[in-house]
């Protein structure tokens, strides 16, 4: 038997352009996919999510070997299925003569870790790949960071714009003569507007086996299955992509900030799953959006805001990442200790805006921007609860939740645990800015207008009394200069009703 080159797949790169399989002969490899529980446990993935990856990662199995790879399949339920990717590793390497294995770098440092280890416990050479789906390599964002007080994604995202020439004139400039749209972007949205809605798609054989198996073994993770509606395949999600660019881009930009009951996709892409695990390619989705803005189908505020989303802000929360290390994830500036409410599992509140992101995100896996960042992520920072475990709670509930990603985001984004590496100011708010892009305060049994008394939106006090918590240590924050002479200028009187009204509500949480 001739030696071969084994490559390992991962459950988020599902694309046979995939940079380890760049150069390679079918022949003279074998392609490693592997159903582990070490992935699956790591923390307790939403059902939908491990539904997901499961059928996806079937699905691209057999796309590989019908481009000819032989693909060694390891099923959940094999009886030998050690549990690990490095067990699954050492198992092939039994199966198979093996004289290197050939893999793209892991999306985390959990799993790198892992990886760098493989080449002494196996004594065979070992290649990693860098993941050539992104515009940036690491080196070029440390290149870019180097130095700098400040790391601005705007500024990050005009080099990724000059990289890729995306929405640039012949001349370098940008399209329109600005970089960003997005003052343009924060439009309310009305019920009444025909709302685009993403294709449900029907679950075929392998998707229905695996919904099975997920209902049995993972039965004690949260969410649901019984909307489960991803596409599982690359052509299913291209369908989904043209479904977006069709119907849903035009308006893209106008309301990305806003929320509406009953209404969790609004004119957004539903695309991110598909995005992170590899069925879709960034740049291939950017490439089409500028053609559609050229071709005069969409306005350059929804072409420029969809761009930036992808090369802009997931290039640049990759790079923060990277950059800010296996430590990032222990951080905590404002030292918030609160435990998170049962609530984030069961959306179970009178909060409406709460029980209404909680709620989507249990059955589908899924929320926007604007909820994650202003309605879950807004109340864990005011309220103060414990950044560790508001990041493990967005890694479980969402579907393209991945470290990467996910973390510098949830950690850096909207808890401002890393004192502002990312955000130039707490994205804290209260109930006055919700009640601005949504209908929600309309549903609510709050009124959005009180602060203190039985019935006012808990958002505004805590609101406040975050700011006064964590006077010290954001006081001299310039962006934050208003509000604290708001707070300064009310009586003190006031002051103490707010913060007594917001420790009773705090004391009430459980
Ligand atoms: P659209 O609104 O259609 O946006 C288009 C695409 O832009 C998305 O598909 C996504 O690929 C990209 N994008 C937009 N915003 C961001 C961003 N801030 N960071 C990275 N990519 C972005 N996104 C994830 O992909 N995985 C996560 O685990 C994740 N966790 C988040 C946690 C918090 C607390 C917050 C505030 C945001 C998080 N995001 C995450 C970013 C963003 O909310 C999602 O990418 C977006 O909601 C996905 O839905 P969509 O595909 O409909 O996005
Ligand atoms: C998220 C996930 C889950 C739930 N299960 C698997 C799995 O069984 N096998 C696999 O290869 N990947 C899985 N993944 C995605 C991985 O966690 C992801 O590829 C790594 O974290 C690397 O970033
Ligand atoms: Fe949320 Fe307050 Fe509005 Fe109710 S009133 S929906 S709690 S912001």
């Known amino acids: ?10 459950g988020d790169q599902l694309s046979v352009h995939i940079s380890a399989l760049k150069g390679q002969k079918p022949d ?3 392609l490693l996919m592997m159903e582990v529980n070490e992935e699956t446990a790591y923390v307790r993935h939403h059902k939908a ?20 790879w032989s693909v060694d399949y390891v099923a959940w339920s094999d ?35 892992m990886i760098d280890n493989w080449e002494q416990k196996f004594d065979i050479p070992v290649t990693i790949c860098p993941d050539d789906r992104f515009v940036a390599t690491h080196q070029d964002f440390a290149d870019w960071a180097d130095g700098k007080k400040q790391l601005r994604m705007e500024y990050f995202y005009r080099e990724m714009r000059r990289k890729t020439g995306f929405l640039l004139d012949e001349d370098g400039n940008p399209e329109g003569g600005e970089w960003n749209y997005d003052t343009a972007n924060r439009k309310p949205a009305k019920g009444d507007l025909a709302i685009p809605q993403p294709i449900r798609f029907r679950p ?21 299955l019984e909307q489960f509606h991803f596409a599982v395949t690359h052509e299913e999600a291209m369908r989904q992509k043209r479904k977006f660019l069709d119907e849903a881009l035009p308006r893209f930009g106008d309301y990305q900030d806003a929320m509406l009951s009953g209404q969790p996709f609004l004119w957004h892409s539903i695309l991110s799953p598909y995005i992170n695990s590899g069925l879709l390619d960034p740049l291939d989705l950017c490439r089409e959006v500028e053609q559609r803005y050229h071709d005069g189908e969409v306005p350059l505020n929804a072409a420029e805001g969809f761009i930036r989303q992808i090369i802009g802000w997931r290039e640049y929360m990759r790079g923060i990442y990277w950059r800010e290390g296996p430590d990032y994830i222990d951080r905590n500036f404002l030292d918030a200790q609160r435990p998170l409410p049962d609530f984030y599992y069961s959306g179970e509140t009178d909060m409406h805006c ?6 989507q995100t249990l059955d589908l ?22 950044p560790q475990a508001v990041h493990q709670w967005y890694l479980e509930v969402y579907a393209d939740a991945y470290e990467w990603v996910e973390l510098p985001n949830t950690l850096g984004m909207s808890q401002f645990a890393d004192g502002g590496i990312i955000a130039s100011k707490p994205y804290a708010s209260s109930g006055n800015y919700i009640n ?3 209908d929600y305060c309309q549903h609510c049994r709050y009124d959005v207008k009180q602060r203190v008394g039985e019935n006012a939106c808990p958002f505004n006090a805590l609101y406040w009394e975050f700011l006064d918590r964590n006077q010290e240590k954001l006081g001299d924050n310039h962006r934050l200069a208003m509000p604290y002479r708001t707070w300064e200028g009310m009586d003190p009187h006031t002051r103490d009703d707010i913060r007594s009204h917001a420790k009773n509500f705090l004391d009430q949480l459980s």
């Open 79 to 113: 009886s030998e299925n050690s549990g690990s990717f490095s067990g699954e590793i050492a198992r092939a390497l039994e199966r198979h003569d093996i004289d290197s294995i050939r893999i793209t770098e892991a999306g985390e440092w959990r799993v790198m870790a």
């Open 365 to 386: 896996a899924y929320a926007h921007h604007i909820q994650r960042l202003m309605i879950t992520g807004n109340f864990a920072l005011i309220a103060g609860l414990q």
């Open 204 to 224: 075929d054989e392998i998707t229905r086996d695996v919904l099975a198996l997920v209902a049995e073994q993972f039965s004690d993770h949260p969410g649901s």
């Open 49 to 68: 999510k491990i539904a997901y990856i499961f059928s996806a990662m079937r699905h691209h199995a057999k796309a590989l070997e019908e481009r000819g």
């Open 436 to 438: 601005k892009m949504s």
């Open 28 to 30: 003279q490899c074998i």
């Open 354 to 359: 709460l029980a209404e992101a909680i709620g």
């Open 1 to 10: 038997m001739s030696e071969k080159t084994l490559i390992p797949i991962l």
